[in-house]
């Protein structure tokens, strides 16, 4: 119950840097506000389908997240949605994820983007933008755990932990969610 008290009220507390989105729609960046959008791209096939999956979970764990899915029309939109800071949150294959981190195929010559990961399902990296505020993250990955039983390919706790590019707020959690301490 304390870490859904928390979520709502950091997420009160960062409303009016998610206001300032770069999309020109006022209702899209209220929608923004009020959700926590799962990005996703129609040219990585198993994404989409399991981020409906993932949402779930999360809205399970923490229903103040208003977890929803969001679809981008191909890796390059993806790319510049989470360049840009219009998105947080991304499920995407391995590969991918890769490339948009150091620039590689698709986005060789481009900038790269500084995605940390919440949590691995199979070939599939849930990700985060690394600048984003660890106890959101935490609470995220709380969520995730809590429902890992649902999430098909989920990778053992204890596996995600030694990721070298884990969100320091996903690590928080695994660490909870392993070596339980007075604070759960």
């Known amino acids: 119950?304390?870490?859904?008290?928390?979520?709502?009220?950091?997420?009160?507390?960062?409303?009016?840097?998610?206001?300032?989105?770069?999309?020109?729609?006022?209702?899209?960046?209220?929608?923004?506000?009020?959700?926590?959008?799962?990005?996703?791209s129609r040219d990585d096939a198993p994404s989409y389908p399991y981020s409906k999956l993932?949402?779930?979970?999360i809205n399970q764990g923490a229903p103040e997240a208003s977890a929803r899915p969001a679809r981008a029309k191909d890796l390059r939109r993806a790319y510049d949605?989470?360049?840009t800071d219009q998105?947080?949150?991304?499920?995407?294959?391995?590969?991918?994820?890769?490339?948009?981190?150091?620039?590689?195929?698709?986005?060789?010559?481009?900038?790269?983007?500084?995605l940390s990961t919440v949590y691995q399902f199979g070939e599939l990296h849930f990700v985060v933008r690394a600048?984003?505020?660890?106890?959101?993250?935490?609470?995220?990955?709380?969520?995730?755990?809590?429902?890992?039983?649902?999430?098909?390919?989920a990778k053992p706790?204890?596996?995600?932990?030694q990721l070298p590019k884990l969100h320091p707020g996903a690590r928080w959690a695994i660490d909870e969610f392993l070596n339980p301490t007075h604070h759960r």
């Open 1 to 40: 119950m304390y870490r859904r008290t928390f979520l709502a009220a950091a997420c009160a507390t960062l409303a009016p840097k998610w206001a300032q989105a770069h999309s020109p729609w006022g209702q899209y960046a209220v929608y923004r506000q009020k959700h926590l959008l799962v990005l996703s």
């Open 54 to 57: 993932l949402v779930d979970a």
């Open 81 to 83: 949605l989470l360049r």
């Open 87 to 114: 998105f947080q949150f991304a499920l995407l294959s391995a590969p991918n994820v890769d490339a948009m981190r150091k620039a590689t195929g698709p986005f060789a010559g481009e900038k790269t983007v500084a």
């Open 131 to 153: 600048d984003f505020p660890e106890n959101l993250v935490a609470v995220v990955a709380d969520a995730v755990l809590a429902s890992l039983d649902a999430l098909p390919e």
């Open 157 to 161: 706790p204890s596996d995600v932990a």
